[in-house]
């Protein structure tokens, strides 16, 4: 089953309560899931509404008896963080979801997200300090109060989703719909400008 969970059942969103995923249906937060796995079949950005606050997540579609959505809060660390994991995995092939639950001094709980492949846990492709960075965050001053600016971090990684991982798991999503065709096509069939 693609949540491993206590036979968890029903529902097909994910939320996340003091660093543990449920399925949405599950209101009463009975059966944890302790990871998800299958393969990543679509990603979708989506503006939503909390506390009277517009709110941009990324949503994503990992499909294996059916279709689990993760929704993340655009430039969050936990959108970053799997966003760079997946850059280390093969998105063609299954993944596993791991939520990893940290508390804090505040008494609050952080929850990331680890990926991991064939048994292997995908490390981080963006650094701080390495080959593989992402545009760093910038002081810009509004009027006389000082603010972070996160304008080209936050574009870099849409982009990383729209253009490297989207082609890829499109083809996901045709492999796993009962009608698609399984047959290999020939050479000359093959696009030439695969991502990968």
């Known amino acids: 089953m693609g949540a491993n969970a206590q036979q968890a059942t029903g529902g097909e969103f994910l939320s996340t309560f003091e ?11 009975s059966n944890p899931i302790g990871s998800l796995t299958g393969k ?5 950005f989506q503006e ?3 506390n009277g606050a517009k709110v941009e997540k990324m949503y994503l579609v ?3 008896d059916k279709n689990y959505k993760l929704g993340l809060k655009v430039g969050s660390k936990q ?4 966003i760079s994991f997946f850059k280390n995995a093969n998105l063609t092939q299954e993944i596993e979801i791991v939520p990893k639950a940290t508390p804090l001094e505040t008494g609050k709980i ?3 997200y680890l990926v991991k492949q064939n048994g292997s846990w995908m490390k981080s492709f963006y650094s701080k300090n390495g080959p593989n960075t992402l545009p760093q965050w910038e002081k810009v001053k509004v009027g006389k109060q000082e603010i972070t600016d996160k304008s080209a ?4 990684l849409r982009e990383v989703v729209e253009k490297e991982f989207l082609p890829v798991v499109k083809g996901n999503a045709v492999a796993n719909t009962p009608s698609a065709k399984s047959e290999t096509p020939a050479p000359q069939d093959v696009p030439d400008d695969l991502p990968f």
């Open 48 to 50: 939503e509404e909390f």
């Open 153 to 156: 971090y936050e574009d870099a």
């Open 19 to 29: 660093g543990k995923m449920y399925l949405h249906s599950d209101k009463e937060r």
């Open 62 to 64: 990992i499909t294996d």
């Open 79 to 82: 959108y970053a963080g799997l």
């Open 110 to 112: 952080m929850i990331d």
């Open 40 to 44: 990543v079949t679509d990603f979708y």
